[in-house]
């Protein structure tokens, strides 16, 4: 009953984050943002980046490949209920059916034969179904470690986290389990993006921007499942009467 009124809680809030903003490229917290930025910055040149590097240059690609299969595989449930709440059926039935076949074939994940066998993956998350449903992004939002965000995604993540069964099952070492299930996934996404972030670092006028444009643009993509928006598409003139 706590988590059912936690969420309807969330989506009110949702909702008057997107009715109380007008335009997704808002960045209302511009000062704040600004400053958590640097700081996420500095925390990131002073801890995570080396121990990405240090993690890159130990473990070989084939291991670090497998556990982030292991770890995709685990967000299973958190791909199928949000399939689902967007009416893609198909999607959900494959995310079923690779979530069975990776778990066995695949030693519990480490391994995708579902890929292999046609049956691609299909990620969803919260903030994209809020999108879906209509909900405008809200504020551009950044988050302590976490990065990019903004309202919509960031209550997104909060019932993403609360709605899969490694919160809502209570076992021995629960808590353990789900911040190292985290800290293991946050150090794959960081290892894997080594090359973009020193990229972005040395050629960007606008870092703050650079990171902005980069997860606005990341995020529409998700949300569109790829597809191009028509309004997004440059004006073309009218062919003149003669052609």
């Known amino acids: 009953m706590r988590l059912v009124f936690l969420i309807i809680t969330l989506l009110s809030s949702a909702l008057l984050m997107g009715a109380c903003s007008t335009f997704a490229a ?15 910055k500095a925390v990131d040149q002073a801890m995570f ?3 990405a590097k240090g993690y890159r240059k130990i473990t070989p690609q084939p291991v670090r490949g497998s556990i982030n299969n292991a770890l995709a595989n685990l967000r299973a449930p958190t791909d199928l209920l949000n399939n689902i709440l967007q009416g893609k059926i198909g999607a959900a039935v494959d995310t079923t059916v690779r979530f069975g076949i990776n ?3 695949g030693l519990a994940g480490l391994f995708d034969p579902a890929t292999d066998m046609g049956i ?10 809020l999108a879906v449903w209509g909900v405008e992004s809200g504020s551009y939002l950044v988050l302590p470690f976490l990065g990019p965000s903004n309202g919509r995604d960031s209550v997104g993540l909060v019932v993403d986290v609360v709605t899969h069964p490694f919160f809502l099952v209570q076992y021995q070492g629960a808590t353990i389990a789900q911040v190292s299930r985290f800290s293991i996934n946050s150090l794959g996404l960081r290892t894997e993006a080594i090359e973009l972030i020193d990229n972005l670092d040395e050629n960007s006028l606008d870092e703050y921007a650079a990171y902005r444009s980069l997860y606005e643009q990341a995020r529409d993509h998700a949300i569109r499942d790829g597809a191009i ?5 440059p004006d073309f003139d009218e062919f003149d009467d003669d052609y």
């Open 103 to 105: 778990s066995t074939l």
């Open 229 to 233: 928006a028509i309004d997004d598409l």
């Open 120 to 129: 691609t993956a299909k990620p969803e998350d919260f903030g994209q179904t």
């Open 49 to 51: 980046e080396p121990v």
């Open 26 to 40: 808002d960045d209302l917290l511009a000062g704040y943002n600004h400053r958590m930025f640097n700081g996420n």
